[in-house]
C-alpha cells in the first residue's frame, strides 16, 4: 500500500465538548509524501518500522496499523486474524501529518484485501472513525471537508493542482499539548475581554471559492488554523519559519494541523523547490522537501505502481 500524508487548509475548532473532543471543521488536502504499508500472512502478528523516524513509532500493539488489523479481522470475523505489518516511514512522526493515521488506513484496505473480507467502503470508513479522526479521510485522499472531530469526510470541489513546500521541525508536537494550550490561550483571551470562539466553526466560504477556481494566488491568503496559536506559543521557532517562507515568496503560510510541520503554498513545481532549498538553507527547520497535492488516498501497489 502506498497513503499520503495529510495537511489542513482550513483547521477551525470549537470549544471542548464533554466527551474531551473538540468539535472541528477542517479542509484536508493529501500530498505527495508517502508511507508504505505491506501486509503478509502471518501465523502470529508482528509489526516492523523502518524509515528515519521508525525509533519513535510503537511496533507493539499501540501502533495503529496493528490496531487496524485487529478491528477488521474483528469486524469481518476473520479466524486467526494474524498479519505481519511492515511500515516504511516516510511521513515524519508527531508533525501534523497524520502519519499514524495514514498507515492505519493502509492497512484496513490491504487486510480486507488479503483476507478478501470484502468490507464496503463505507464499513471501512466506519472502522477508520473509530480508530483515529484522522483515519477515514487518509482512506479517499483529494481534498476533502472533514466535521466531527473530523471523521465525517466529504469531497471538497476543488480544481486544479497545487504545489507545496514542507518544513519539517527537528522535534515533534503532541497533539493533545497543543489542543489543551489552545484551550488554555483561548480563556485567557476570553478573560481579557476577547472574542470568545464560535460555539460551531464554520467552514470557510472564501477558500472554498478559492479552491473552486483552481489559482492558488486565490487560496494561499485563505489558509488559516484556529491551532497556530497554541503551536506557535509551544514552538516560537515556527514564527520565524512561517517568515522565511513568506519572504521567499510563498502564496500562503501555514502550520499544518497541531504542528509542528509548516505548509507553503507555491506558484508552481518549480517555486516550491526553491522554497525548499531556502527553507532547509535558512536553517529555521530541520528540512523540507516539495510535494504536490490533492493526490489519492491508500492505494493498493502491484509492482510498484498504484493498481
Ligand atoms: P495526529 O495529528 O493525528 O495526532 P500526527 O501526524 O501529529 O497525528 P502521528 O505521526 O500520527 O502524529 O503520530 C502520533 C503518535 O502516534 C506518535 O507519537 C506515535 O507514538 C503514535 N503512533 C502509533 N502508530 C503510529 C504509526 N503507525 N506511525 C506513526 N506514529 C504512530
Redesign the pocket.
Known amino acids: 500500500m502506498r497513503v499520503p500524508?495529510?495537511i489542513n487548509l482550513q483547521l477551525a475548532v470549537g470549544p471542548v465538548r464533554a466527551d474531551g473532543y473538540h468539535p472541528l471543521v477542517t479542509v484536508f488536502h493529501a500530498v505527495s509524501l508517502f508511507?508504505e504499508v505491506t501486509v503478509r500472512h502471518a501465523d502470529a502478528m508482528a509489526l516492523t518500522?523502518t524509515g528515519e523516524?521508525a525509533a519513535?513509532?510503537?511496533a507493539d500493539r499501540?501502533?495503529?496499523?496493528?490496531?487496524a488489523a485487529r478491528a477488521l479481522a474483528k469486524a469481518a470475523a476473520v479466524r486467526t486474524g494474524a498479519v505481519r505489518i511492515e511500515?516504511r516511514?516516510r511521513?515524519?512522526?508527531?508533525?501534523?501529518?497524520?502519519?499514524?493515521?495514514?498507515?492505519?488506513a493502509a492497512t484496513l484496505v490491504a487486510c480486507n484485501e488479503l483476507w478478501q473480507a470484502g468490507l464496503s467502503a463505507p464499513e471501512l470508513a466506519e472502522l477508520a472513525a473509530d480508530l483515529?479522526?484522522?483515519v477515514p479521510f487518509a482512506l479517499v485522499g483529494g481534498t476533502a471537508v472533514g466535521r466531527g472531530r473530523g471523521e465525517q469526510v466529504t469531497p471538497a470541489l476543488a480544481a486544479g493542482s497545487y504545489h507545496w513546500a514542507l518544513a519539517f521541525a527537528r522535534s515533534?508536537?503532541?497533539?493533545?499539548q497543543v489542543y489543551a494550550t489552545s484551550d488554555r490561550l483561548r480563556t485567557a483571551r476570553g478573560k481579557a475581554g476577547g472574542q470568545p470562539p464560535p460555539v460551531e466553526p464554520t467552514l470557510s466560504a472564501e477558500l472554498m471559492t478559492a479552491l473552486r477556481s483552481g489559482d492558488p494566488g486565490r487560496v494561499g491568503p485563505q489558509l488559516t488554523n484556529d491551532l497556530q496559536p497554541a503551536a506557535l506559543s509551544l514552538r516560537p521557532v515556527l514564527r520565524r519559519t512561517l517568515a522565511a517562507g513568506q519572504e521567499h515568496g510563498a502564496l500562503g503560510a501555514v502550520v499544518s494541523?497541531?504542528?509542528p510541520?509548516c505548509a507553503f503554498l507555491a506558484r508552481d513545481a518549480a517555486h516550491a523547490s526553491d522554497l525548499a532549498v531556502a527553507l532547509t538553507s535558512s536553517g529555521v527547520c530541520r528540512t523540507a522537501a516539495r510535494a504536490s497535492g490533492p493526490v489519492p488516498g491508500a492505494v493498493v501497489l502491484r509492482d510498484g505502481k498504484p493498481s
Open positions: 500524508a495529510k508511507d518500522v523516524d519513535a513509532v510503537p499501540s501502533n495503529l496499523a496493528w490496531r511500515i516511514k511521513i515524519p512522526v508527531a508533525a501534523g501529518l497524520a502519519g499514524g493515521s495514514a498507515d492505519a483515529g479522526s484522522d515533534g508536537l503532541s497533539a493533545a494541523g497541531s504542528g510541520t
